[in-house]
């Protein structure tokens, strides 16, 4: 036999210890010592990292959102575009280089399309960019306020945020910009959060100041009066990334993407993940994209809103709000409580933003455009708060 006689031996003791019923414990083990609950080793600058903190999305039905800048509707081209996916197309993985975004967008902006990426929202085109061209102890720059996430994301890359506050009215510090170099600069435009707008002469003269790669975050620049894409001509220094999310209601699918030089596209495809955007997410971009008619009458009516609402925040209820060049609006409450109205707001089910973390912007709410109907129902609720006695008559 196979195990020889010695074997042969020591199956047989077996069998006979199993036929009898084997008393004898089996060998033991020592006991494994207590789990150490700090084996995982984490990067001790991740450990104190403080991430970004999204807006609240509640998962039930009910709310007014006015709270993360979303479009209070979806491009109907989009919808249907996803709606006519079928088993095949959810069973393949997605173009990973999202070639028919990639060509419509080209061709919108007069370029090549080796100038074009695809991301997986506008995070993912600004994570990839930092993760491109920045390397532990580099710095990167940015004003104050502005996008929150800029310097986490560079906090994540071992990269040195700095963050020049604006000046008053929000207005761009160029001078202090131009003067402080880092591997990329960021300037969004029109700022979050008070929606400013800062003209291309700015971004042009902070190109020229030698920056190494100036980028300039469009997310809402759908709303706004002008926009920088006229200068990636002059300036192979220029990045410019804008999302889906807000002007075609894409925010659910997160669908954003960068113009700049071909040497930055190229870097940025070797670094993001393989399959970044969905399938669905890409159909619903190339659809949306081509349904300008619905994008100009929804982006026009936001305008529309917007001001209208601006007017009265000022004239009926004596509040502050600041020009806005995006489909949101910053609300300085003065000697009222922001927080309270928030509060407020809150416990009628429609929900606003909060931003603490700049003095300017300390007693203020981002307030975004929604719907007619959305914005009739927060005026009415805004009114309940700060003139009761006018509800009550």
Same mark, same amino acid.
């Given at each position: ?154 906090? #994540?890359?071992?990269? /040195?945020?700095?963050?020049?506050? !604006?000046? $008053?009215? %929000?207005? @761009? ?129 936001? #305008?529309?809103?917007? /001001?209208?609402?601006?007017?009265? !925040?000022? $004239?009926? %209820?004596? @509040? ?74």
């Amino acid at each position: 036999m196979w195990f020889g006689r010695a074997g042969g031996r020591w199956l047989s003791s077996i069998v006979r210890a199993l036929g009898r019923g084997y008393t004898r414990p089996w060998p033991s083990h020592p006991r494994p010592r207590e789990i150490d609950v700090e084996l995982v080793r984490i990067r001790k600058d991740i450990a104190r990292l403080v991430g970004y903190v999204p807006g609240e999305q509640p998962q039930e039905p009910g709310w007014i959102k006015l709270n993360t800048n979303e479009s209070f509707e979806c491009s109907p081209a989009a919808l249907e575009a996803v709606r006519s996916l079928g088993a095949v197309e959810l069973t393949r993985y997605p173009d990973p280089l999202c070639g028919g975004v990639t060509a419509i967008l080209a061709e919108s902006f007069g370029v090549g399309a080796e100038r074009v990426v695809v991301g997986n929202g506008s995070d993912d085109i600004v994570n990839l960019i930092i993760r491109s061209v920045c390397g532990p102890g580099d710095r990167l720059v940015c004003t104050r306020p502005s996008y929150s996430l800029y310097p986490v994301l560079a906090a #994540i890359q071992g990269v /040195e945020a700095v963050e020049i506050p !604006l000046l $008053e009215g %929000f207005a @761009l510090p160029l001078r202090q910009l131009c003067s402080t170099r880092g591997a990329v600069a960021f300037v969004a435009s029109p700022n979050n959060p008070a929606g400013t707008l800062y003209p291309p002469d700015q971004v042009a003269e902070l190109c020229r100041s030698g920056q190494n790669l100036v980028v300039v975050d469009e997310a809402y620049v759908e709303f706004a009066e002008t926009n920088c894409a006229g200068l990636l001509e002059d300036f192979p220094n220029l990045c410019i990334v804008r999302s889906l999310s807000k002007a075609y209601g894409l925010a659910g699918l997160r669908v954003g993407y960068m113009v700049g030089p071909p040497d930055l596209a190229e870097a940025v495809l070797k670094v993001k993940d393989s399959y970044n955007v969905n399938r669905a997410a890409q159909a619903a971009a190339i659809a949306a994209l081509g349904d300008v008619d619905w994008a100009r009458t929804t982006w026009q009516g936001v #305008i529309e809103r917007r /001001e209208r609402f601006r007017t009265l !925040l000022e $004239e009926e %209820f004596g @509040l502050r709000a600041y020009p806005s060049q995006a489909n949101f609006v910053l609300v300085d409450f003065g000697g009222k409580s922001a927080a309270a109205a928030q509060e407020s707001l809150r416990n009628k089910r429609i929900l606003v933003r909060r931003l603490e973390g700049a003095p300017i912007t300390r007693n203020c709410l981002r307030i975004t455009i929604g719907s007619e109907s959305e914005m009739a129902a927060l005026v009415e609720a805004l009114r309940e708060h700060l003139q009761p006695e006018t509800v009550a008559q």
